[in-house]
């Protein structure tokens, strides 16, 4: 079940003409090793608590050593405590910073999903366009991506994605607000990216008409030069810091880079490729 986060990255080594092997490897080879072991080590340990058993419990102490033990060297602490809701299965997830939400209060949010707030579909299911009370905020704009409820391959797997998503933070990476693991429904909530993504404004598939006049303030035709390459670094410096926590991104392209209401890119879907069965060969 948890056999994707124990693949440890191979030793960078150096092969001498003749097919031998040396001992020495790069300072930025075991540099990059180092990091991506103590990532990948704190992942295993909450995921492990993730899919422990209700009866399996730590004490306060333990549970505080953890939460300190999950954060990433040189991100940012999470925007809110970590989230200490016990699932109907009995799983821990109380390592997990994102807020846990109702099928039923993500419903109500999206207007019951109708057709008005829809805003796209993709390879892991519909997004719409929803309003929530979080953290003191009144009518907090959002994106509730309600996955194909065929498409992901277990329970364990969904908490274990969220658990991940939730402990990633760079300011070019849509930010995962909340999720909700309720009978078969899988949910998850993101910060709503005003101008959608940049597949729409490379290809002008999008008009006023798309989004409330409060959030249309995108250019019209083509995208200057300048904010071409605004994009492209920032795009650039999403997927470096993925990189450098071993998180492979699986789905780079232009519909999966979002832009908010001053085109500032945010990389969204990094990870879920690993949701969806393995096509059959």
């Given amino acids: ?28 080879s075991t540099s990059w090793r180092n990091k991506s072991n103590s990532f990948t080590a704190r992942i295993i340990r909450c995921a492990s608590s993730v899919v422990d058993t209700a009866g399996r419990r730590h004490d306060d102490d333990d549970d505080d050593d953890e939460d300190d033990d999950c954060r990433l060297p040189s991100s940012p602490p999470p925007p809110a405590p970590p989230n200490h809701y016990n699932n109907d299965s009995g799983r821990n997830t109380s390592v997990i910073s994102a807020k846990a939400f109702s099928f039923r209060e993500l419903a109500d949010a999206a207007g019951n999903f109708r057709q008005a707030n829809f805003l796209g579909e993709g390879g892991f299911g519909r997004v719409y366009k929803a309003r929530l009370l979080i953290a003191g905020e009144d009518d907090l704009p959002v994106a509730i991506k309600q996955l194909d409820r065929n498409g992901f391959q277990g329970n364990n797997e969904f908490m274990v994605e969220v658990l991940m998503l939730s402990m990633l933070h760079h300011p070019n990476l849509v930010s995962l ?13 993101y910060e709503y990216m005003a101008l959608g993504s ?3 404004h490379l ?16 250019q019209h035709g083509p995208l200057p030069w300048r904010t071409r390459m605004k994009i492209a670094l920032g795009a650039a410096r999403g997927l470096e810091y993925l990189h450098e926590n071993t998180v492979i991104y699986r789905d780079l392209k232009s519909s999966n880079i979002l832009l ?13 490729a690993k949701l969806l069965p393995r096509p059959a060969h």
């Fill in 203 to 218: 290809l002008l598939l999008r008009d006023d008409d798309d989004h409330d006049n409060d959030d249309s303030q995108q």
């Fill in 260 to 272: 908010d209401q001053d085109y500032n890119p945010k990389l969204s879907d990094f990870g879920l």
């Fill in 177 to 189: 607000i909340g999720y909700c693991a309720e009978g078969d429904q899988r949910l998850l909530v």
């Fill in 198 to 200: 940049l597949e729409d």
């Fill in 1 to 28: 079940m948890l056999s994707w986060l124990r693949r440890f990255p191979n030793d960078v080594i150096h092969r001498k003409g003749n097919g031998t092997t040396t001992g020495r490897r790069t300072s930025s």
